[in-house]
């Protein structure tokens, strides 16, 4: 082949190429399956491995670096506005006071006004703390817990609809006292995923599958996903179903899958190392998507090479992590296209 015919047969394979990318990208945000034809980034608390965790200078900092979903947990404080936090109260691993004191008491985030919440600093990782420990290349930003509708705003406008949301419901069935009940938190979420017109781009997750279930009876089209570990869900007749809707795994042959799909989920998030490749191919059978998720605290780091390995190889749809720079080197190794950055002019 002459150097022309090369260069014209390089010139049709790269037009397929972008061709194929700007199909994928219409139903980027569908809510199943994506058939191994890629695996989707999702920046877990908006990469906590890096920046304070949830906050606005790690939005900032995930949509630099890019990926396809930003990651946010929601708590609702005492005169109802949606606050991102991973924590039913303020965690003493990562919080000061006005004073610069590290908290000593996990305050209920429902029991103050949002006000009284700015005055905390969540901008540092506590010393010597094993909280602390997982993630040593965090860097410090002094700045506080914001809104839901904050982040979101700043999300639109700097990425317009090429960013995804991953919006986690906090809550505790066994401690309802301390927050805001499933109901509730499906009618203020709903209210502001449509006031800010994300449906159509939003997963939403919780362990609580009640309160995806009472999401889908305002709207079925909202794209719920049902998270899961080992502690939260236990298969078998000892299951108490507190975590999962009251079901019985006997019920649905002792099925993760079988049980998400039942309560009308689109989407299945265990924790990775709990997944097997049997319940991966049952849940798309079911038309699932499967996003897995991974957990320091539980795996002694913040980023797991053997399991996510392991998770690329089996092909699940997406992985949440705290690392999502490190995961998009993998995957770029393993020959997929990744989500881009944004470039942003202000710092912080």
Known sequence: ??????????????????????????????????????????????????MPEQTMPAYVETLRLGADYVDMDIGMTKDGVIVITHDLG????????????????????????????????????????KYGSYFPHQRSVDTCIPTLKGVVDYVKKVAGDKVGFQIEIKNDPTKPQLTATP??????????????????????????WQ?????????????????????????????????IAGLKPKDYDYSLPKMVKHCGGYCWEPFEADLTKKDLDEAHKLGLKVV??????????????KTVEKMIDWKVDGIITDRPDILKGLLAAHGYNLPQGFIISEKM
């Open 292 to 305: 897995v998720w991974g957990w320091p605290e539980e795996e002694g780091s913040e980023f797991d090479y």
């Open 90 to 129: 303020l965690n003493p691993n990562l919080t000061r006071d006005e004073n610069g004191k590290w908290v000593t008491e996990a305050i209920p985030i429902h029991s103050m006004t949002f006000e009284e919440l700015q005055k905390y600093n969540v901008g540092k990782l506590k010393p010597g703390s």
């Open 183 to 208: 109901k509730e938190f499906a009618e203020a979420l709903y209210k502001l995923m449509k006031e800010e017109g994300i449906i159509d781009r939003t997963e939403v997750q919780a362990f609580d």
């Open 211 to 243: 309160c995806l279930i009472e999401l889908n009876k305002l709207d079925p089209e909202i794209k719920t996903a049902y998270l899961s570990d080992h502690t939260t869900e236990v298969m078998d007749d000892t299951e108490k179903g507190t975590w």
């Open 1 to 50: 082949m002459n150097l022309k015919k090369t260069l014209c047969a390089g010139t049709i394979l790269m037009s397929a190429i972008v061709c194929l990318a700007d199909e994928s990208s219409v139903v980027k945000y569908n809510g199943v399956p994506t058939n191994g034809e890629t695996i989707q980034v999702y920046s877990h608390r908006a990469a906590r491995g890096l």
